[in-house]
C-alpha cells in the first residue's frame, strides 16, 4: 500500500508540468483533473485497504534529499486516516473541477498547481523524516499560495496572497524549530529516533508551544487564523474546498504526530488545557464569524474555524485523560479523528455548492441569490443534506461526531483538578454556543440562498449545474448521510489510530459492530442513529398528518408574507424581493449580543427627517479581535523597523564592506566562544 500510494503522490507531482503544457489546449482540463481523480481515488483506496487490514507500520527509504538522511517514507494508522481524508476529498474536488473548470477565466493559473498541491499534502502525510515532511507541508503551502493568487487581477486575491504566505511561512518556520528540537543534539532528523527519544522539561514544553503555532496556523486556530477568511474565498471553489476540508487536516495530522506519537506518553496534562482553550476560542468566534459573514464563501470559511478548534478540543480532552482514564482519551481521539473526516467531507460539499452558485448567479453574495431551489434543485438537495450535516443535526455525520466530542467533554469533571474541571465546563458551554450559532449558519445560508425569491436579475436567470458538479455535490450528500447513518464503520476503521496513539486504551471500544451503534466507553451511553433517523422520519410525516387534519376548513393558499410590504399594483403579486429577509437580517441580533463584546461589532442607521427626499441608510461591521490586538500591532512595529533600516540601501560601497567585516567577526567571536563551553 505504501509503494501505490507514493507512486500515486509521484503521479500528482508529474501531472503539475503537464497541466502548464495543455493549459489552453481544449483538453487540458479533461487530463489534469481527469488524473487527479484517478490518483486520488488510489490513495483513498489505498489507505482504507490498510485501516480494514489492520495491517502494522511499514517503511522504506530512498537514497535522494540530503546527503546524511536521504527520504524515508512510512505508513501506519495515523498517516492512513489522513491519507483517507485526503484522497477522498481530492477525488471529489477534482471531480467536481472537470464541470467547474470549463468555466475558469484563466486556467493556467491553475492547473499546473492543483495537483502539485494534492502531490504536496500527500507526501507530508506519508514523510516519516523532518526533511521529507517539511519539503511536503511547503509545497503544500506554495501551490496553495500560486492557486490563491489565481485571479491576480483583484485586488483582495493580492491581499489575502500576500497574508497567506506570511502565515505559511511563520508556521513553516515554527514546524522547522519544532522539529530542531526534536533531534536534539544528535540532529537525527528521522521520526524513528525522535519517538524512541522524546524531549523532556521545558524542551518538552518548547516543542508542544512550537508545534501548536506552526500548525495551528495552518489549521486555522484562533488567533492564528486570520489569513483563513481572506484566502479561501480568494481561491477557485474546488481549490477552496481542498483547502479548508483537506489542508487544515494535514496540519491537524502535524499537530497529533507531534503531540501523541513523536513526544511519548510521559508528558504533562497541562498541555491539554491549553489545547482546549485554543479549541474553545477557535469554536465560538469562528462560529460567530460565520453568523455575520454574507459572503457564501467567507461564511464557511469561518465555519472551517470553528470545526477545526472542535478538533482541538477533543486533541486536548484526550492529552488530558491520557495516562488516567484510557477509556475517556480514545472517546475524546476518536471522536477528533472522526469528525476531522466528517468535517472534510461535508465542507468539500458546501464549498461545491458554493461554486455552483458563483457559475450560477456570477456572484458570492448570498444577499444576491434567492429562490434557486426552484431553478437548481439538484445543488438544493445536496445543500439541504450538507447543511444539516454543518449545522451538526440528527442523523447527519456532524452531529455523531459532535456527540462523542460532547460526551468527553461532559466526562471531563473525572480528572480530580479544580482547574481543568472549571476549563471542561466553560468548553461544555463554549460548544454548546458554537452548536448552535452553527445551526444558524446552516439556517441562513439555505434560507437566503434557496428560498424566497430572486433578489437578483442574475438568480432569476440561474440554471442548474453541469452533470460533474452535481455528481461531486450529490457524491457528498450520500458520503455525509451515509457516515451519519452508520457512524460505526469509520470508527471500527479508526481503531487501529487509537490503539497506536493511546497504548493503554486497547481495551475501549467506540462501535458495537460495523453497523452497531456508537458507544460511549465508561459514560453508559449509545448513540443508535439507524433508530434515530427512522424516529426523525416517523415524526415527520406524523406532523404532516396531524397538520392536515388540523388544518381549517376552506383553507387557501395566498402570497408569501413580505414584511408587510404592500406591492403596488405595477409591481409583482408578492411585492418587492428586497424586502425578504437578508443575511443581515438574520446575523443582526447576534451582532448585538455577541458581535459587540467580542468582534467590536458596529452599527450605523442614518434616517432622513420627515420630508426628505434622501434613502435612509443602514450600516454594520465587525473587526476581528486577532487583527486588532496581534496582528495590526505586530504591523506597525514591522513598519516601524522598517522605516529605521530603510537608510541602509542608500550606504556607500566603503560602508557595506565595513558592515560585512563586523558581521564575520560577530560570528567568529559566538563560535569561539561555544567551543570554549
Known amino acids: 500500500m505504501l509503494t501505490a500510494i507514493a507512486l500515486a503522490a509521484l503521479g500528482l507531482g508529474m501531472l503539475g508540468p ?3 503544457a495543455l493549459a489552453r489546449r481544449p483538453f487540458g482540463n479533461a487530463i489534469v483533473y481527469g488524473g487527479s481523480l484517478a490518483l486520488s481515488a488510489l490513495i483513498a483506496l489505498a489507505a482504507l485497504v490498510h485501516l480494514a487490514g489492520g495491517a502494522g507500520p511499514v517503511a522504506f527509504s530512498l537514497p535522494f534529499g540530503l546527503p546524511w538522511l536521504g527520504v524515508h517514507l512510512a505508513l501506519d494508522a495515523l498517516s492512513a486516516w489522513f491519507l483517507l481524508i485526503l484522497g477522498l476529498g481530492g477525488a471529489l474536488s477534482s471531480l467536481f473541477a472537470l464541470g467547474y473548470g470549463r468555466h475558469e477565466a484563466e486556467p493556467g ?15 507530508a502525510l506519508l514523510a516519516a523524516d523532518a526533511f521529507s515532511f517539511l519539503v511536503g507541508f511547503e509545497l503544500m503551502s506554495l501551490a496553495s499560495w500560486a492557486l490563491v493568487l489565481a485571479s491576480h487581477r483583484e485586488a483582495e486575491s493580492r491581499d489575502a496572497a500576500q497574508i497567506y504566505l506570511g502565515m505559511a511561512a511563520f508556521g513553516a518556520a515554527c514546524m522547522l524549530l519544532c522539529f530542531g528540537l526534536l533531534a536534539g543534539t544528535e540532529g537525527d532528523y528521522r521520526f524513528a529516533e525522535m519517538r524512541a527519544a522524546p524531549p523532556t522539561g521545558l524542551r518538552a514544553s518548547a516543542v508542544m508551544l512550537l508545534a501548536l503555532a506552526g500548525a495551528g496556523s495552518k489549521a486555522g486556530l484562533f488567533p492564528l487564523h486570520i489569513w483563513l477568511p481572506l484566502a479561501h474565498p480568494a481561491a477557485p471553489s474546488h481549490v477552496s474546498a481542498l483547502m479548508s476540508g483537506v489542508m487544515t487536516k494535514v496540519a491537524l495530522y502535524a499537530l497529533a504526530r507531534v503531540l501523541f506519537d513523536l513526544m511519548g506518553a510521559d508528558q504533562p496534562g497541562w498541555w491539554g488545557g491549553i489545547v482546549m482553550a485554543v479549541g474553545a476560542a477557535s469554536a465560538v468566534m469562528g462560529a460567530l464569524r460565520a453568523v455575520l459573514e454574507r459572503d457564501g464563501k467567507t461564511l464557511l470559511a469561518c465555519s472551517t474555524i470553528e470545526n477545526v ?18 477509556g475517556l482519551a480514545a472517546l475524546a481521539l476518536g471522536g477528533a479523528m472522526l469528525h476531522a473526516l466528517n468535517h472534510a467531507i461535508f465542507k468539500s460539499g458546501l464549498f461545491f455548492v458554493t461554486g455552483a452558485l458563483l457559475v450560477a448567479t456570477g456572484t458570492r453574495a448570498i444577499d444576491r441569490m434567492g429562490g434557486l431551489i426552484h431553478r437548481m434543485p439538484a445543488t438544493a438537495l445536496s445543500a439541504l443534506l450538507l447543511g444539516m450535516a454543518m449545522a451538526s443535526l440528527p442523523p447527519g455525520n456532524g452531529f455523531a461526531s459532535e456527540w462523542l466530542l460532547v460526551q468527553a ?59 460533474p458538479m452535481r455528481a461531486a455535490m450529490l457524491l457528498a450528500s450520500l458520503l455525509c448521510v451515509l457516515l451519519g447513518l452508520v457512524p460505526s ?7 487501529p489510530v487509537l490503539r497506536m496513539l493511546l497504548p493503554g486504551a486497547e481495551g475501549a471500544r467506540l462501535a458495537g459492530g460495523w453497523i452497531g451503534p456508537a458507544l460511549a466507553p465508561e459514560s453508559h451511553t449509545a448513540y443508535g442513529s439507524l433508530a434515530l433517523a427512522a424516529l426523525v422520519v416517523l415524526g415527520f410525516m406524523a406532523t404532516v398528518v396531524v397538520v392536515q ?13 413580505d414584511c408587510g410590504f404592500r406591492a403596488a399594483p405595477t409591481e409583482r403579486p408578492w411585492g418587492n424581493p428586497a424586502a425578504q429577509y437578508t443575511a443581515g437580517s438574520f446575523g443582526q441580533p447576534i451582532l448585538r449580543i455577541l458581535g459587540r463584546p467580542l468582534l467590536a461589532a458596529s452599527e450605523q442607521v442614518e434616517m432622513p427627517e420627515p420630508g426628505e427626499t434622501r434613502p435612509a441608510r443602514h450600516q454594520s461591521g465587525f473587526r476581528d479581535p486577532a487583527a486588532r490586538f496581534l496582528f495590526a500591532p505586530l504591523q506597525a512595529v514591522v513598519m516601524a523597523i522598517a522605516e529605521r533600516v530603510n537608510h541602509l540601501q542608500f550606504l556607500t560601497i566603503r560602508r557595506y564592506l565595513a558592515l560585512m567585516f563586523g558581521a564575520l567577526v560577530t560570528l567568529l567571536v559566538l563560535l569561539a566562544a561555544l567551543e570554549a563551553r
Request: net charge positive; charged share 15%; glycine share 12%.
Open 549 to 561: 387534519r388540523l388544518a381549517v376548513p376552506g383553507h387557501r393558499r395566498g402570497p408569501a408574507w
Open 489 to 495: 464503520l469509520p470508527l471500527q476503521l479508526g481503531a
Open 109 to 123: 493559473r491553475v492547473l499546473p498547481f492543483y495537483p502539485v498541491f494534492l502531490g504536496g499534502m500527500a507526501l
Open 18 to 20: 503537464v497541466g502548464a
Open 409 to 467: 467533554v461532559i466526562a471531563a469533571p473525572r480528572i480530580d483538578q479544580l482547574a481543568f474541571q472549571v476549563e471542561a465546563a466553560v468548553v461544555a458551554v463554549a460548544m454548546a454556543i458554537a452548536a448552535a450559532m452553527a445551526a444558524m449558519v446552516a439556517v441562513r445560508f439555505l434560507g437566503v440562498a434557496f428560498l424566497g425569491r430572486p433578489r437578483s436579475a442574475e438568480a432569476e436567470g440561474a440554471v442548474e449545474a453541469d452533470a
Open 309 to 326: 478548534g472542535l478538533v482541538a478540543i477533543g486533541f486536548g480532552l484526550a492529552l488530558l485523560f491520557r495516562g488516567r482514564e484510557p
